[in-house]
């Protein structure tokens, strides 16, 4: 009886979920995913081409001091590790297909869970995979000669190959990951290496102070909007919960290893940076990797750069199509998608469809150019969906379900805290200095609240069909 009134109690918090959640019976994912699949898919998701580029603009924010910058990406890494150690817990306790999707279902209701399923399909996976994929075919362009429509048909290709390679297998999908996650990690750990080997620049020497305000709280907020960037996609390993063997044990270890490594992949690739060109050096470039690698070795030697990026970003979006599925396919068990997203392929055990209407939509979107726009509107929103996502700890705890395991975020309350308050004054400095930005961007994420209606009246009329029939 105690069980039952404490199952109750949490449903309380599910009131308008019940009318339209799918529970978790017919075809089931098969759970395949093990610690180090996830360790690697969390570096390669977010690992892409950022590293290779946002260097020059963090320091620049900073006014070209290199203990501040470095402090800055220490500072990115660290706050990524709060909410990865949170999730840790999270998915422990909630191990379905999903991730974020499912916290802020169960804990706040399925309108604001739909306009984050929402936004991820319509804007923030899909334009992911279009932004990486057009920037694959650009990068191409160091070797090949390659027209505007060339490029765009490299692109196109790209997202076809990854979206055949999921709906095949999961397990083929993470074994893709893994290769190019190693190759990549193992060329930015080399070319870092070769860097500071070879540079002859002191590390934390003085840069030349272009902008001395710059180094106050404005610009260490300012560079860590980039850094954040860069650290960006650690959560989208939560989506595959439902596929991971022994969830309570893999998730905890799987955050922790990998955010630790993010932060000394990165921290290593910028003093390898700052060896090469110095923090002047840095501040000035673009295309920091290629920059500090041409100063050292050859100017020939950026295609090396443009080989590693290549790799880097094919593994990302490969990536982000294995897991962003796994939210659409749970809206569409939960009657707010469309209901065929919800099959499960007899003989591959994906999500086939929603991997297929993943791979359509980012098509969409690279062939039209107009990821851009719509990424630089709606991407800062992510951060208010993380912060949601992170909440549900707090109710987790109170009410905490049946497949709660072991684990316990450390530090609990403060951990989640921070991360909270971090991604809030993330999106409050967005919404304070790009007012009209931010408009735009909430209200492309609330055009999904009329989809939203037709979707819930729709599971409502399917579910009294059902009733009367029986």
């Known amino acids: 009886m105690a069980t039952f ?24 994912l098969r759970r395949i995913l093990g610690m180090w699949d996830l360790v690697l898919m969390i570096i390669g998701t977010v690992i892409g081409s950022g ?50 999707y499912v ?28 932004t990486l994929a057009v920037a694959f075919g650009n990068y191409l362009g160091e070797f090949l000669q390659l027209s505007a429509w060339e490029t ?12 055949a390679v999921n709906v095949r297998g999961t397990r083929q999908s993470a074994d893709l990951v893994n290769v190019t996650t190693a190759i990549k990690v193992t060329a930015i750990l080399v070319v870092s290496a070769v860097l500071l080997w070879q540079g002859r620049n002191p590390i934390f020497g003085s840069g030349a ?27 989208y390993v939560t989506y595959s919960a439902g596929e991971t063997i022994n969830p309570q044990h893999t998730f905890p270890l799987s955050f922790l290893i990998g955010s630790a490594a993010l932060i000394a992949i990165y921290l290593f690739a ?63 068990r939960d ?51 993380y912060a949601l996502a992170a909440a549900s700890i707090f109710i987790y705890r109170k009410h905490p379900p049946e497949a709660a395991g ?12 921070v991360f909270i308050l971090a991604a809030m004054a993330l999106v409050g400095n967005t919404i304070a200095t790009q007012p009209v930005r931010a408009a735009i961007g909430l209200g492309i994420v609330f055009l999904g609240a009329p989809a939203y209606a037709f979707w819930r009246r729709t599971a409502k009329l399917a579910n009294r069909e059902e009733i009367e029939n029986v």
């Open 103 to 130: 916290y802020i279902r169960d804990c706040f209701g399925p309108f604001p869970a739909f306009l984050f399923g929402w936004t991820l399909f319509f804007v923030i996976s899909s334009g992911s995979i279009a």
């Open 270 to 332: 910028n003093l390898g940076y700052l060896a090469a060109l110095g923090a002047s050096g840095v501040a000035g470039s673009t295309r920091v990797a290629a920059t500090a690698l041409g100063a050292v070795v050859s100017h020939g030697a950026g295609k090396i750069v443009a080989i590693a990026i290549l790799i880097s970003m094919f593994s990302a979006a490969n990536s982000i199509m294995l897991n962003a599925p796994r939210v659409y396919f749970a809206m569409a």
């Open 406 to 417: 072991p684990y316990r975020v450390p530090a609990y309350p403060w951990t989640p805290i």
């Open 152 to 163: 765009k048909s490299v692109a196109l290709l790209v997202i076809l190959v990854i979206t």
């Open 5 to 28: 009134e404490k199952t109750a109690a949490f449903q309380g918090a599910q009131a308008q979920v019940g009318e339209v959640a799918a529970p978790e019976t017919g075809q089931q």
């Open 335 to 385: 009657g707010l998608f469309f209901h065929s997203l919800s099959q499960v392929h007899p003989r591959f055990g994906t999500p086939a469809l929603a991997v297929g209407a993943a791979g359509i939509w980012s098509a969409v979107l690279a062939a039209s150019g107009t990821f851009e726009q719509l990424l630089t509107y709606v991407v800062f929103i992510g951060w208010i969906f």
């Open 209 to 235: 102070q272009t902008d001395h305000q710059a180094m106050g709280v404005s610009g260490f907020g300012l560079a860590m909007i980039s850094v954040l960037w860069a650290y960006e996609g650690w959560q």
């Open 51 to 100: 590293i290779f580029l946002v260097p020059g603009a963090v320091l620049r924010a900073v006014g070209n001091s290199a203990p501040l910058g470095l402090t800055v990406w220490l500072a990115g890494g660290i706050l990524s590790l709060l909410g990865a150690l949170t999730y840790g817990e999270l998915s422990s306790m909630k191990p379905r297909a999903g991730g974020l």
